[in-house]
């Protein structure tokens, strides 16, 4: 079972924030006493993320060759990434023929096109960073204004048959039209409620998977390639392993 924490919203950002944490994780908003927590502070149990723990700064000094070969000629990671990234611009010259409708001498002609191709060598993609990781969010932003919109149509479609009873379609009608949208309005802002809340809880997952990714990419600037064997080294912990599978000098 994970370990439970309370959190409350903090003053400044309106996250959630662990209570006994000196600072926001998300802001760096200094946290209050324990005694500030009482009255319009509600704390929540939630479940604490599994967060890897940070690497320390590098201590190694830079290698001067390949651990697995020997070979001198080696390059950090992110600079043979660097190189291995091209784009290429340029023109190309199009011919086209068509015939004419007269039945006469076919029209030849021809357009210069331009042409752009951008791409990484397979050393690369072998070799790339790791994937910034993608904010999650709550669906329900994109539902709050269509279920609106919806909702000031099934009313104005359920109230239509009462007014033409009435034969007063012209008096009723704006009332109508009114009720449907203050309803349309409600539904919208309990949708976006919704949405706040489901991003609060989405939160501690969010600022996990971003810490976890900072880990990573701090492995990653520090790993060494060789061309010779095709291999990735890593100074800090002494590790090796094929260029395709970087990715397991990573993990922790």
């Known amino acids: 079972m994970p370990e439970s924490y309370e959190t409350f919203a903090c003053p400044t950002c309106n996250k959630r924030m662990i209570a006994t944490a000196k600072a926001c994780m998300h802001c ?3 946290s209050l006493s324990q005694s500030a927590l009482s009255g319009s502070q509600t704390l929540q ?20 060759s390949c651990p697995n070969c020997g070979n001198e000629n080696i390059q950090k990671v992110s600079a043979v990434v660097g190189h291995g990234l091209y784009s290429e ?7 086209g023929g068509a015939q004419s409708l007269g039945g006469g001498s076919p029209v030849i002609g021809g357009a210069v096109v331009s042409t752009a191709n951008d791409g990484a060598s397979l050393v690369a993609q072998w070799l790339a960073p790791p994937i910034v990781p993608v904010p999650l969010v709550s669906t329900s932003h994109k539902s709050a204004g269509p279920l609106g919109c919806a909702t000031v149509f099934i009313v104005m479609m359920a109230l239509a048959p009462l007014a033409k009873s009435t034969g007063q379609e012209q008096s ?13 309005i409600m ?18 997952q969010n600022a996990a998977a971003h810490h976890a990714w900072s880990i990573r990419n701090a492995i990653w600037n520090c790993l060494y390639y060789c061309p010779k064997c095709d291999t ?10 094929p260029a395709q599978s970087m990715s397991s000098l990573l993990v922790g």
């Open 89 to 95: 611009r340029g023109a190309a010259t199009v011919f």
């Open 28 to 30: 760096g908003w200094s």
């Open 172 to 184: 009723v009608g704006p009332i109508m039209f009114v009720i449907a949208v203050v309803l349309g």
């Open 187 to 204: 539904v919208t802002l309990g949708f976006q409620s919704k949405a706040r809340q489901e991003d609060l809880a989405l939160g501690p």
């Open 45 to 64: 149990t939630v479940a604490a993320p599994v967060v890897p723990e940070p690497r320390p700064a590098p201590t190694a000094e830079p290698p001067k």
């Open 232 to 241: 990735v080294h890593d100074p800090e912990t002494s590790r090796l392993a």
